[in-house]
């Protein structure tokens, strides 16, 4: 692929060659070249991600010590310029002592909230490729972005798990789902403390030094960067393999007491759970499976981070609790390899994730998908604010909102009524398979799933997601809306 490109270059070089004769020698390039934009054009957070260039892997190089938050690194970043280039921006927070790009030492400054602004010594070319090294440091638990830090430091190590923030707090990128890469992870720890991250371990951890060790992993399909994560600490690891020969690692913080048990028989399932979702949402599209238990003192919610969700310790207080294995394993297909192309789409990852809970019920005979709706639909009440929330535009500041997970849960079973379950089911496996590692806006699904059942479901989808008030289930889709 780089050969073609490089043959596409030569090319247009000849075709030009007879104005850039008469020019000085790089004269008229230098006019073209623009910074990189400093946001990806995400309409609720317009300085996530940047313009101008595309990732397509990540070598993040950490060592990292527990007893002092300390983290020092280096990031590798392979690119390609989309435009001509006097300089472009990275997301990152933490302190910068270097930048090279393609060998060059690049100036770096800070601007605005979360942005490292690299010059680059020369001009980057459109279609050149990019190898922007990235040395840094920083006690990331004091990194403070509007008054937080997604990186939290546990009693025996630290965890970076947030949506949609996460990286800033570790390495530099384009942070936007817009713009998924591959990844290299790893950090070296001292003896004795485990790191997981996403994929595959290529190989066992290495003493390194003496008194450290290195932990290796691997992600080898697309993924974007909030779906990245680290945890670090006291965790007992459990490795296999899968009905369908993939590696499993599942990892278990060792301080949860008597929700150890629950977390196991919960994360435990997850084969299960992967086999039963590629039945409805068509074949399990990463390189391993698993699933991380935090600490008592970790998150407060779950996270679908690829190919591993993590866990926090609340899902476990009932005992075990497959529906929340079953929510993070939907959101695989459902927002990690379709992922949204802009933030005011969360209702395409937690509204489907939220109704394969329902599917799940449904199939293990623990009340149906309807009967499901009922309940959901009777426990907010018509004055109730939940039903102010447009689980369709929740605006920046309500993206994980109830109404986003409920009320687009109910969304998603109006769309089935209104398909019926053949349609309903192809929808589905046609969205998943249709945009596998790639991006979807509602409107790009509408168009599908009309495509799909030969109906106009503007007025269902209208209702569900973009109207405020409670609506009324007496007259049918029509005179809702
Ligand atoms: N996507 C996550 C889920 O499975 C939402 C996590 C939101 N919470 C947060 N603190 N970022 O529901
Ligand atoms: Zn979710």
Same mark, same amino acid.
């Given at each position: 692929?780089?050969?073609?490109?490089?043959?596409?270059?030569?090319?247009?070089?000849?075709?030009?060659?007879?104005?850039?004769?008469? $020019?000085?020698?790089? /004269?008229?390039?230098?006019?073209?070249?623009?910074?990189?934009?400093?946001?990806?054009?995400?309409?609720?957070?317009?300085?996530?991600?940047?313009?101008?260039?595309?990732?397509?892997?990540?070598?993040?190089?950490?060592?990292?010590?527990?007893?002092?938050?300390?983290? $020092?690194?280096?990031?590798?970043?392979?690119?390609?310029?989309?435009?001509?280039?006097?300089?472009?921006?990275?997301?990152?927070?933490?302190?910068?002592?270097?930048?090279?790009?393609?060998?060059?030492?690049?100036?770096?400054?800070?601007?605005?909230?979360?942005?490292?602004?690299?010059?680059?010594?020369?001009?980057?070319?459109?279609?050149?490729?990019?190898?922007?090294?990235?040395?840094?440091?920083?006690?990331?638990?004091?990194?403070?972005?509007?008054?937080?830090?997604?990186?939290?430091?546990?009693?025996?190590?630290?965890?970076?798990?947030?949506?949609?923030?996460?990286?800033?707090?570790?390495?530099?990128?384009?942070?936007?789902?817009?713009?998924?890469?591959?990844?290299?992870?790893?950090?070296?720890?001292?003896?004795?403390?485990?790191?997981?991250?996403?994929?595959?371990?290529?190989?066992?951890?290495?003493?390194?030094?003496?008194? !450290?060790?290195? !932990?290796?992993?691997?992600?080898?399909?697309?993924?974007?960067?909030?779906?990245?994560?680290?945890?670090?600490?006291?965790?007992?690891?459990?490795?296999?393999?899968?009905?369908?020969?993939?590696?499993?690692?599942?990892?278990?913080?060792?301080?949860?007491?008597?929700?150890?048990?629950?977390?196991?028989?919960?994360?435990?399932? $997850?084969?299960?759970?992967?086999? !039963?979702?590629?039945?409805?949402?068509?074949?399990?599209?990463?390189?391993?499976?698993?699933?991380?238990?935090?600490?008592?003192?970790?998150?407060?919610?779950?996270?679908?981070?690829?190919?591993?969700?993590?866990?926090?310790?609340?899902?476990?207080?009932?005992?075990?609790?497959?529906?929340?294995?079953?929510?993070?394993?939907?959101?695989?297909?459902?927002?990690?390899?379709?992922?949204?192309?802009?933030?005011?789409?969360? !209702?395409?990852?937690?509204?489907? /994730?939220?109704?394969?809970?329902?599917?799940?019920?449904?199939?293990?005979?623990?009340?149906?998908?309807?009967?499901?709706?009922?309940?959901?639909?009777?426990?907010?009440?018509?004055?109730?604010?939940?039903?102010?929330?447009?689980?369709?535009?929740?605006?920046?500041?309500?993206?994980?909102?109830?109404?986003?997970?409920?009320?687009?849960?109910?969304?998603?079973?109006?769309?089935?009524?209104?398909?019926?379950?053949?349609?309903?089911?192809?929808?589905?496996?046609?969205?998943?398979?249709?945009?596998?590692?790639?991006?979807?806006?509602?409107?790009?699904?509408?168009?599908?799933?009309?495509?799909?059942?030969?109906?106009?479901?503007?007025?269902?989808?209208?209702?569900?997601?973009?109207?405020?008030?409670?609506?009324?289930?007496?007259?049918? /889709?029509? /005179?809702?809306?």
């Amino acid at each position: 692929r780089r050969t073609f490109v490089a043959v596409l270059a030569a090319v247009s070089m000849t075709i030009t060659g007879t104005t850039l004769a008469g $020019t000085p020698a790089q /004269a008229k390039p230098r006019v073209t070249a623009q910074p990189g934009s400093p946001g990806i054009g995400d309409s609720y957070y317009p300085e996530y991600g940047n313009g101008g260039y595309d990732v397509d892997h990540y070598d993040i190089r950490l060592r990292y010590n527990p007893a002092n938050d300390q983290l $020092t690194g280096t990031t590798t970043i392979l690119a390609r310029a989309t435009q001509d280039l006097s300089r472009f921006n990275l997301d990152f927070l933490l302190n910068v002592s270097s930048v090279r790009v393609n060998g060059w030492s690049a100036t770096h400054a800070r601007a605005g909230a979360h942005e490292l602004v690299v010059t680059p010594a020369r001009t980057i070319r459109a279609g050149q490729s990019l190898t922007v090294v990235v040395q840094y440091s920083g006690v990331p638990s004091q990194v403070l972005y509007d008054g937080y830090t997604a990186w939290r430091r546990t009693a025996d190590g630290a965890m970076a798990v947030n949506e949609p923030e996460s990286a800033w707090w570790w390495y530099p990128s384009n942070d936007h789902p817009l713009d998924k890469a591959t990844f290299d992870v790893s950090v070296s720890v001292p003896d004795g403390v485990e790191v997981i991250s996403n994929g595959v371990q290529p190989r066992p951890p290495i003493g390194e030094l003496l008194g !450290w060790t290195r !932990w290796i992993w691997r992600t080898t399909k697309p993924t974007a960067t909030y779906l990245t994560f680290l945890t670090i600490g006291q965790y007992d690891i459990v490795t296999d393999t899968a009905p369908n020969g993939q590696q499993v690692i599942n990892a278990y913080h060792v301080g949860l007491g008597e929700l150890g048990n629950a977390a196991r028989a919960s994360i435990e399932r $997850t084969a299960e759970v992967v086999e !039963w979702s590629s039945g409805l949402f068509g074949p399990w599209p990463f390189e391993a499976q698993g699933g991380v238990a935090g600490p008592l003192d970790g998150i407060g919610f779950a996270l679908e981070t690829q190919t591993r969700p993590v866990y926090g310790p609340g899902f476990w207080r009932r005992g075990s609790n497959p529906y929340v294995i079953v929510h993070e394993i939907a959101h695989q297909w459902f927002g990690d390899s379709v992922s949204v192309a802009e933030w005011r789409n969360i !209702w395409l990852n937690e509204g489907f /994730a939220s109704y394969a809970e329902w599917l799940w019920s449904e199939a293990q005979g623990e009340g149906t998908a309807q009967e499901v709706f009922d309940f959901t639909y009777a426990s907010y009440p018509e004055s109730s604010s939940f039903w102010q929330v447009l689980p369709g535009a929740p605006g920046p500041d309500l993206i994980f909102h109830g109404a986003v997970y409920d009320r687009g849960a109910m969304a998603v079973h109006q769309l089935r009524l209104a398909v019926g379950d053949d349609a309903f089911f192809q929808i589905l496996k046609a969205w998943t398979s249709s945009r596998q590692y790639g991006n979807g806006t509602i409107e790009q699904f509408q168009a599908l799933a009309e495509q799909i059942s030969g109906q106009d479901l503007s007025a269902v989808l209208t209702t569900w997601l973009f109207t405020a008030g409670r609506p009324d289930l007496t007259g049918g /889709a029509d /005179a809702q809306a």
